[in-house]
């Protein structure tokens, strides 16, 4: 029999009795079981996290913080644990796994350092005058498949810093994780503050519209980020989307095809591509591109694709057969448009497990499906560009504003085009690099509003402003 893993509500270990399978993505076995919820363990959830809010705002920042450090500690703990489980739900490598497991415990030590200081407008013989932030209530948490971990912590952490309570939905494919965390936190987090619960999709919009439920902070495709805002505006939830991404990595005649070679193709297949933030485009000067296109692709054949848990894989399985088949799709199109392969372009989808070969393609057009849509899998076009100002505005040619990064020996020719980009985070010679102090969101179709640092954390509180006037009112 597969193990079972329970929801927490209310700082117990529950389940109703109904399941949902899990799946490994590199052997399509199921690996577990987590409880189907609907609409009532739903509302036994919210109505746990409202009467804990109750207590929780007025909890001293340093109890609070004491939690949070609580919850960072057992991630930190148990990581060896929690990693191999991470692999064998979502399919990426233990070397990546491992990365998120300490990432996330990481994140969650130094996000509980942040605070929202008092600001004093005015303070004189007339009037005290002050701003300060108050905790919006009940979050929903809802978050994708790609980094199930990283995402739950950058939920639950900032909520319960701010004063919130918080009912938090992991993807159906990669609940195990996180519900493994649910248990090894129980009795370190007050009941109710932190709740987890499973179920399908059709979970998320019953969230979503929730009467008792004030905010919703999501990560996800741009398409299901529609609908968010649009559940939410029954009752004018506060809402945090987090979105899809298509980002582009402009790389300069004057960087060398050896240095950066390997750097560019990580930026595109860590994870097999599926993150918000990888390399989705990558223009390269056309002075560089025929042996910088050649280094990329060499390097791609020393990496291995396989099952994530095997030594020596670099990149793993799609997660999901949805995703897989998308992926499949896009790859069929660009095959069908006659479009130039340097790798992959050979898949065979009647195999065990959703791997795709690393896929490389040779300056296709700019419309072409796998360039113009966000593929989120171990896909990366290469494109020529001969100027500055036509590499930015074919970067800037999207509906999506995630990231992108530029890659320069001339690091303040990097800053100016930085500047020109249309995306929220921009990178000069690195990828992907986050901080939990710097505000981390989309511009355009790839967020609204923001996590990570000060302002991420402001997303989970209201301003409240006090003035006592100091008129002598009394008789
Ligand atoms: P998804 O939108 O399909 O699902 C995300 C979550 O939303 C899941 O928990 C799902 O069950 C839930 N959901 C599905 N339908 C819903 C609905 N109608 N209402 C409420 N909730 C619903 O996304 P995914 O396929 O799991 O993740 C991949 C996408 O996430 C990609 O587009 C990727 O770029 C994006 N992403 C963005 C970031 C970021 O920080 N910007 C980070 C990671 C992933």
Not at 230 to 257: F, H, Q, Y
Not at 393 to 400: G, I, L, V
Request: proline share 5%.
């Amino acid at each position: 029999m597969v193990t079972q893993y329970k929801n927490l509500i209310n700082g117990k270990l529950v389940d109703n009795g109904e399941w949902l399978d899990v799946i490994n993505p590199a052997t399509e076995q199921v690996i577990g079981q987590v409880p189907a919820c609907g609409a009532s363990e739903l509302d036994s959830a919210v109505a746990a996290a409202r009467a804990a809010f109750k207590t929780w705002k007025n909890t001293p920042i340093d109890e609070r913080r004491a939690a949070i450090m609580a919850i960072s500690g057992a991630i930190k703990e148990n990581a060896d644990e929690l990693f191999r489980l991470l692999t064998a739900e979502q399919g990426k490598p233990h070397a990546q796994a491992k990365g998120e497991i300490f990432g996330a415990a990481g994140i969650s030590a130094a996000q509980s350092t942040l605070d929202l200081e008092e600001e004093i407008i005015q303070d004189d013989e007339t009037r005290l005058h002050r701003h300060r932030r108050v905790p919006v209530g009940v979050v929903g948490g809802i978050v994708p498949w790609n980094f199930p971990v990283m995402m739950a912590i950058q939920k639950i952490v900032p909520a319960m810093l701010s004063g919130c309570t918080i009912v938090l939905k992991p993807s159906p494919y990669t609940p195990l994780t996180t519900l493994r965390i649910a248990e090894l936190i129980a009795d370190k987090v007050p009941a109710g503050v932190v709740n987890i619960i499973t179920g399908e999709d059709s979970l998320g919009p019953l969230i979503t519209q929730h009467p008792d439920i004030d905010k919703i902070t999501f990560t996800g495709s741009t398409a299901t980020g529609k609908k968010i805002m649009e559940g939410a505006s029954a009752d004018l939830k506060r809402i945090t989307l987090e979105l899809g991404g298509n980002d582009a990595s402009i790389v300069l005649p004057d960087a060398d095809p050896k240095k950066v070679a390997e750097q560019l193709f990580w930026s595109s297949f860590q994870n097999a591509g599926q993150v918000c933030i990888a390399a989705k485009r990558v223009y390269i000067h056309e002075d560089i591109y025929d042996e910088l296109s050649q280094a990329i692709a060499d390097f791609a054949k020393t990496v291995t694709v396989g099952d994530g848990s095997e030594q020596g894989t670099g990149v793993g399985p799609i997660q999901n057969k949805k995703q897989y088949e998308r992926v499949l799709e896009l790859i069929e199109d660009a095959k069908d448009n006659g479009y130039k392969f340097l790798t992959g372009g050979d898949q065979d989808p009647s195999g065990t497990g959703y791997f795709v070969p690393l896929t490389i393609l040779d300056n296709p057009p700019e419309d072409a499906r796998i360039v113009a849509e966000e593929q989120f899998g171990p896909v990366m076009p290469l494109m020529k560009f001969s100027t500055e100002e036509e590499v930015i505005a074919r970067a800037n040619a999207s509906e999506y504003g995630l990231a992108g990064a530029v890659w320069t020996g001339d690091t303040e020719k990097g800053v100016a085009i930085a500047e020109q980009l249309e995306t929220g985070t921009v990178w000069i010679n690195e990828f992907m690099h986050l901080s939990p102090f710097a505000p981390f969101g989309g511009h355009k179709q790839s967020g609204f509003g923001a996590e990570y640092g000060k302002e991420g954390l402001k997303e989970f509180t209201y301003p409240q402003v006090i003035t006592v006037k100091r008129d002598n009112i009394v008789a």
